[in-house]
């Protein structure tokens, strides 16, 4: 009898071993981290790509980058792109950064955090393919895997700068492995650590707890539930306003009562419907015959709770953290539809054919896709920058506009420009781009303030390409402008 038509035995027993043993066992073992050496292949090479023609942001890759330095550096995780002084703790809740210290100090440079991403991402990659494996076959289950790397919400976020919640996505995909399992203590121990990633995942911290006590275990799940409650509670209503410098949490705005009532409020407009069939296609839609993708529902909640477009959609990084519960839930429907003899084998098969052909044929508009040329194209205006950059001196206090940010975030102070001066910040550079000249493109309101720098004291030193440096008149000093072309 093939492994397809075998029953699942108890998970703690071995099962029985096919006619190609050796083989089966080395393919079994290996293919989960093979795919997961390919993929941080491919995500690595797709951020630092992005990140060196130019294409990273301050907002979000220089803000965090200042907020790791700052833990390197023994301080406060401040970040002057998000204001003077402001403590990222007090917007968001994330601790668990300072585990990139270590490698940032060794490292000090942008793609340290882009690297840790794709390496955390990647990881994840094994056990969604190890329980794939496991309640299927080796072939089907490296297929699941394949298709969750190529998943859209993995690579949404890959081309999104860094975020936190690269964190999340190993800590749950190694934690539905093992409530799949039925392991609770290793769940638990792979859950907790969620509440230092942000301030919404102690809903699913709860989420996880409910889980394991509908199991059975009663002591260890209300144990959870009320860490995931009291942990919660707890950062959103003293921690963060306790660093924050208005003293509150600033997102609970978003979510003020709606008078169109909660049901439309939660699936109107239509983006929201096309998200979550974005979310389950790639699994046939039979991730929904798994009790773990009810673990989708808190993120999915808080999302479409709010009154923030942006965390509606597609988009951005806000979709990665689903993607593992939804590719291990399709993977454990499989192993229970198998299990109870529910559908015939060949038809587990096909369901992971049309997994594999939805991420291959959605694969050419996904960022991955930009590896096959896209990607290595050199920036026009790379070399002019870093020429105009090599003229700011490290630990200079610099303005500068989005796209340039991270690239002196590793070895400057920087604000965002125009937003410092707005402010009443008077860094003592500015770093700007004036399309009109070949410069980057830049927002409206950012080239509508270049006009009024020699009033505010700032004089051009350098510009190349439209990539202009400015300095204070008064810390220049007369005839020190060292004008390039």
């Known amino acids: 009898m093939s492994l397809v038509l075998s029953r699942p035995r108890p998970h703690r027993q071995r099962e029985p071993a096919p006619s190609n043993a050796p083989t089966s066992r080395r393919y079994r073992s290996g293919a989960p981290y093979l795919l997961a050496a390919l993929f941080f292949a491919a995500y690595a090479a797709l951020s630092v790509t992005k990140h060196l023609q130019l294409r990273s942001t301050g907002y979000d890759l220089g803000i965090f980058e200042q907020a790791v330095r700052a833990y390197s550096e023994l301080r406060a995780p401040v970040s002057e792109l998000k204001g003077a002084g402001d403590n990222l703790l007090g917007d968001h809740f994330h601790p668990i950064l300072v585990t990139l210290a270590p490698f940032y100090r060794l490292f000090p440079s942008p793609l340290t955090l882009l690297i840790a991403q794709a390496a955390l991402f990647a990881v994840s990659v094994v056990p969604v393919t190890r329980l794939a494996i496991r309640t299927t076959t080796p072939l089907l289950g490296a ?66 707890g409910l889980y394991i006590l509908l199991n059975g275990r009663r002591r260890l799940g209300a144990g959870v539930v009320c860490f995931g409650i009291l942990s919660g509670l707890l950062i959103v209503l003293v921690l963060i306003p306790a660093l924050n410098p208005h003293g509150r949490y600033d997102y609970f705005g978003s979510a003020s009562p709606d008078a169109d009532g909660p049901l439309a409020r939660l699936l109107l407009p239509q983006v929201k419907g096309e998200t979550l069939i974005a979310l389950f296609a790639p699994t046939a839609f039979l991730a929904l015959r798994s009790p773990l993708v009810l673990l989708v529902l808190p993120t999915l909640a808080w999302r479409f709770w709010s009154t923030n477009p942006a965390f509606w959609g597609q988009e951005f990084h806000y979709s990665a953290v689903l993607m593992p519960i939804v590719f291990l839930a399709f993977a454990d429907a499989l192993g229970r539809l198998r299990e109870r003899r529910l559908v015939q084998p060949r038809l587990i098969g096909n369901a992971v054919a049309v997994s594999v052909a939805v991420s291959l044929l959605t694969a050419p508009g996904l960022p991955l896709s930009d590896l096959t040329g896209p990607a290595w194209k050199p920036s026009p205006w790379a070399a002019p920058a870093r020429e105009v950059m090599a003229a700011v001196p490290d630990g200079a206090r610099i303005a500068v506009i989005n796209f340039l940010a991270p690239q002196l975030t590793d070895r400057a102070t920087v604000y965002r420009f125009p937003t410092a001066l707005d402010s009443g910040t008077r860094p003592e550079w500015l770093l700007v781009s004036d399309p009109a000249h070949g410069g980057i493109p830049v927002f409206a309101w950012e080239i509508s303030r270049l006009p009024q720098l020699p009033s505010l004291g700032y004089r051009l030193v350098k510009e190349c390409s439209g990539i202009q440096l400015y300095r204070l008149a008064d810390a220049a000093g007369p005839g020190r402008s060292g004008l390039g072309t």
Do not use: M, N
């Open 143 to 208: 297929g699941i895997g394949l298709a969750y790397g190529l998943s859209w919400g993995l690579q949404k976020a890959v081309a999104f700068d860094f975020h936190e919640i690269a964190f999340a996505v190993p800590l749950l995909a190694f934690c539905l492995e093992r409530l799949a399992r039925r392991q609770w203590r290793a769940a638990t121990a792979y859950a907790l650590p969620l509440v230092l990633v942000k301030e919404d995942l102690p809903l699913t911290v709860v989420a996880i």
